[in-house]
Structure formats: structure tokens, C-alpha cells
């Protein structure tokens, strides 16, 4: 992760800033930062933050050579990279998909994550007491990935809805996502 | 590219729910009386931003199609700052990232968490799950201190022990 320069900060906010809504892409009060993430060909998480607040106030768009696209909450930004053939899916880098892809997709308060590094869970705010009791029993041990004929299978402990269970995530090539438990209640 | 779209899909409905529940507090009541205009954005966590005296943004996530108590609470804060901001002068970008001015950031946001807790408290006691909300949202230590009636230097230093922890993790 890296800031980028003020030039390329202010080249990048020409590019996505919206001038319906003061005071957010004001370029003097803000940071750029870069995450580079190889499940998308040249692909980066970009985070650009308002300062003007703390903690700052902050807006992520992932960006795929000359395709960005804003985080919004839902899938929808994935599936416009994803038909635009930005994906890179393969043994390496599945499980930085599907982690990704959770973390970023709020179903709120019925969230979907993959327990991978459980110190490290996003939404910490909205899973359950027991959780902290329970995860450090899970780790990236038990992930376990599959071939399919037409993408992946993960098994792998998820929190649904704040709480651990082991699940079932199918990923298909062009990147569509599809998590259930493994013994559905 | 796309021009990103930010606005929620639904935020005209999100905010009249977002009102209503806050409107069950007194003190949340008096707040909707500040005139402020509201834009509801959407985006993967729920946060404020709060345009120097003129407009509140509630970032939402964009598959949350209903207003719930975490925003009500977000909205009052939102209010606070909204008001506070009429008597500050507006923060020079020069001073950003000073130690200085990044403490006096922090210090701000407690106030602004401190003067939402009796509002909080107001909705608690109107059947609202305020208070697990709060904890929720990270706040419940600080919630607790301040019922047992903490000064607001109190909760600053409570509130910059979790800072560093977290901070540490």
C-alpha cells in the first residue's frame, strides 16, 4: 500500500468526482492511497480519503487498468470489471477474491465473511459475543479449494450474520459468487 | 470509465425512516429543526460527513433498504457536528496532519459522540435498542462511562486508550 503523489491524486479525483456533492472531493483535503490486488489484471483497490474528519471519511473504487469502478456496498461493481473480462481468477489468487468480495459486499445485517485471519474480520461491530471466543479455533487451514468444471469450490468457516459456520462458497469463472452453509439451517 | 453513481437508490425513503425513529427523542426532535440538507450516499460501511455548517451526507450501504437505529444515531451526531461547525472557522488544508490539529480532529469527534449519548438514551427509553446499537457500533465503553456521569475530558481519555489499542492491534 503506498500514497500516491499529489499530482495523481488530483488526476484521479477530475476522474471520478461529482460536483452534486460539496466539500467531499475537495483535492487539498484529500489522500489517495493504491492496494495493488492481482485477482483483476493490473488491479487496485483505490481509497480516497477526506481528512477534513478523523477518523477520515473514506471512498474505495477498484480499478482494473483503465476500468474504475465505486465500491458501493454491492455486487454490481464487481459484475461491470467482471464483464469488461478484467478477472484473473485462479489457484493463487481465489481466496483473495472471495475475501475480498465479502468484505466489500455489505448485506448488512445479514453479512457474509470469510473467517480467514480471524483478527483481521471486517464488520467487527456487527458480530456476535461468541465470535471472539470461537474464531481463533478456524484459520486459513481450513479453507480448502476445488476445481469445478466452470470455476471453484471453496469450503471454508464463514460468520453469517455474526456468527461462525462452516459454509460452501461457488465461484464461477466469470466471477459470480454464490456462499451458503454447508448444512443449511 | 463509468462515472460512479454515489447516491443511494433509496435514500429518499431511507432518510424519512431515518427521521422518524430519530423523532421518537426529544432532543432529536429539536435537532430535525436545524436546517441542514441531507444527502443519503451509498458505500460499503455506514458513516457521516459533515460539510462545514451546510450538509450532512449518511454513507449507506447499497443493498440496505430500509433506515435503521445506526443511522438515526449517525443522523444526530451528524447534527451536532452540523452545529458545532457554526462556530468554527473552517480547518485550513495547510494544518492537516499535524499532530496538533489531528488531536484536536479526535477531540472533536468525542464531543460530538458525548453530546449524541443523551439522545441515545432518549431512544432507549422509547423501546429503541439503543444501547446494544451503541455497543455495536463500537461505543458501548464509552456509553457506559458517560452514564455514570463522566466529564467529556473523561471520555477523551477513555476514547484515545481504545484509539491506541486498536491502533496496536
Not at chain 1, 487539498?28 to 495493488?36: F, G, N, Q, T
Not at chain 2, 451503541?134 to 484515545?160: F, H, P, S
Request: net charge negative.
Amino acid at each position: 500500500m503506498h500514497y500516491l503523489a499529489p499530482e495523481e491524486k488530483d488526476e484521479f479525483i477530475e476522474l471520478v468526482r461529482d460536483d452534486n456533492l460539496p466539500g467531499i472531493f475537495e483535492a487539498d483535503y484529500c489522500a489517495l492511497r493504491k492496494i495493488p490486488y492481482s485477482f483483476y489484471k493490473d488491479g487496485h483497490l483505490l481509497i480516497l480519503e477526506n481528512l477534513s474528519i478523523a477518523p477520515p471519511f473514506a471512498l474505495d473504487y477498484l480499478q482494473s487498468g483503465q476500468h474504475i469502478v465505486y465500491l458501493d456496498g454491492s455486487a454490481a461493481p464487481f459484475e461491470i470489471l467482471n464483464a469488461h473480462g478484467c478477472l484473473n481468477l485462479n489457484d493463487e489468487t481465489i481466496i483473495d477474491y472471495l475475501e475480498f468480495f465479502c468484505t466489500y459486499v455489505n448485506q448488512r445485517p445479514d453479512n457474509i465473511l470469510l473467517l480467514r485471519n480471524p483478527d483481521h474480520i471486517p464488520f467487527q461491530d456487527t458480530i456476535y459475543i461468541d465470535f471472539h471466543f470461537d474464531k481463533n479455533n478456524y484459520g486459513e487451514k481450513d479453507i480448502k479449494v476445488k476445481r469445478s468444471e466452470n470455476g471453484y469450490i471453496v469450503n471454508a468457516p464463514f460468520v453469517f450474520a455474526g456468527k461462525i459456520d462452516l459454509g460452501i462458497a461457488t465461484i464461477n469463472d466469470n466471477g459470480d459468487i454464490h456462499i451458503e452453509r454447508e448444512n443449511p439451517r | 470509465m463509468i462515472q460512479p453513481a454515489y447516491t443511494h437508490p433509496r435514500g429518499e425513503v431511507i432518510l424519512n425512516e431515518v427521521k422518524s425513529i430519530l423523532s421518537a427523542s426529544a432532543k432529536g426532535v429539536s435537532l430535525l429543526q436545524e436546517p441542514a440538507q441531507i444527502i443519503i450516499l451509498k458505500g460499503p460501511l455506514p458513516q457521516a460527513f459533515v460539510y462545514e455548517d451546510k450538509i450532512i451526507y449518511l454513507r449507506i450501504p447499497a443493498l440496505q433498504e430500509k433506515g435503521r437505529l445506526e443511522q438515526a444515531i449517525d443522523l444526530a451526531g451528524a447534527y451536532i457536528e452540523l452545529k458545532m461547525n457554526q462556530k468554527l472557522s473552517p480547518l485550513e488544508a495547510e494544518s492537516l496532519g499535524s499532530d496538533d490539529i489531528l488531536s484536536e480532529q479526535h477531540y472533536k469527534n468525542v464531543a460530538i459522540i458525548y453530546k449524541t449519548f443523551p439522545i441515545a438514551a432518549e431512544l432507549e427509553e422509547q423501546g429503541h435498542k439503543a444501547v446494544k446499537e451503541l455497543r455495536l457500533m463500537g461505543l458501548g465503553k464509552l456509553y457506559q462511562a458517560w452514564k455514570t456521569g463522566v466529564t467529556l475530558e473523561d471520555c477523551a481519555n477513555i476514547y484515545w486508550e481504545m484509539f491506541e489499542t486498536k491502533e496496536e492491534d
